[in-house]
């Protein structure tokens, strides 16, 4: 294997391969000591693409500079969003790194297929990411919907609290032991290179939601939240492509067009 070097855009190459490595997306981090913690993880096994998500204590953080010695780049370089969908926009394929979701229709990915998958899909120049949560609770299940799967650690089920930048540094080190690549899992085959990017889908989610919303498909009220995690989780996994998210806007601007229409044109069916 030819030596691991990085090129003007930060991408690592290994010979003559670039791969562009995964985003590492924190979501509304607390600690900033984590934060600089978490940017030396990074840095020691190759990954440069740090997103912050609404960090608790403000942009920049004195307390993260630290902890980041040696890998102040990284964190001068990181990125700020006010939104998991803003972070993630430009990804075609997302990890969550948190416990299964049974209340969710999202397939689980282990740390034996992980890092194939993804050095696979950065071999072919798509966009990839994963999301952390915050300290305390973790991701609530309107971040993980954005998600492809769900990432799990094989940790001790007596004691599963994972510090965020140790979290970190385990899926820097699954990503950077998977040297040889490989074929993803059957789960993951599909030829991703058309998918819409999460910018393109996020907007659809909102389309359809303002267009529910019009229409009283949110009741009661107290509900929205879980109905709309219901309905972004199937479209997500699905993994439509940028097309198929134009036609079902298309669709769903047709539909608010025709409400109203009463009841004659639909007898008419």
Request: overall charge neutral; aromatic content about 6%; some cysteine.
């Amino acid at each position: 294997m030819g030596k691991t070097i990085r090129d003007q855009l930060g991408r690592v190459v290994e010979g003559d391969k670039a791969l562009v490595t995964p985003a590492v997306v924190l979501v509304r981090p607390q600690l900033g000591e984590n934060i600089g913690a978490a940017c030396r993880c990074m840095l020691n096994f190759g990954l440069t693409d740090l997103r912050l998500v609404a960090p608790r204590d403000g942009w920049p953080n004195a307390a993260a500079e630290p902890m980041a010695a040696g890998a102040i780049d990284v964190l001068e370089n990181a990125k700020v969003y006010e939104s998991v969908g803003e972070a993630v926009a430009d990804l075609k394929f997302v990890l969550a790194a948190t416990a299964r979701r049974r209340e969710l229709e999202i397939p689980v990915i282990g740390t034996g297929d992980v890092g194939s998958t993804l050095k696979t899909y950065s071999r072919e120049g798509t966009a990839t990411g994963i999301l952390f949560g915050p300290e305390k609770a973790g991701l609530t299940n309107a971040d993980v919907v954005l998600a492809d799967a769900i990432l799990t650690y094989p940790v001790n089920p007596a004691f599963q609290s994972l510090n965020l930048a140790q979290a970190v540094n385990i899926f820097a080190y699954i990503w950077a032991s998977a040297e040889d690549g490989g074929a993803p899992p059957d789960l993951f085959q599909k030829d991703i290179s058309g998918i819409a990017n999460r910018e393109d889908l996020v907007r659809m989610f909102e389309h359809l939601e303002d267009e529910l919303d019009d229409a009283g498909f949110f009741y009661p009220p107290e509900k929205r939240s879980l109905m709309s995690q219901n309905i972004r989780a199937p479209y997500t996994r699905a993994r439509l492509t940028a097309q198929e998210v134009q036609t079902m806007r298309g669709i769903i601007k047709a539909l608010s067009r025709g409400r109203g229409r009463g009841q004659t044109n639909r007898g008419q069916r």
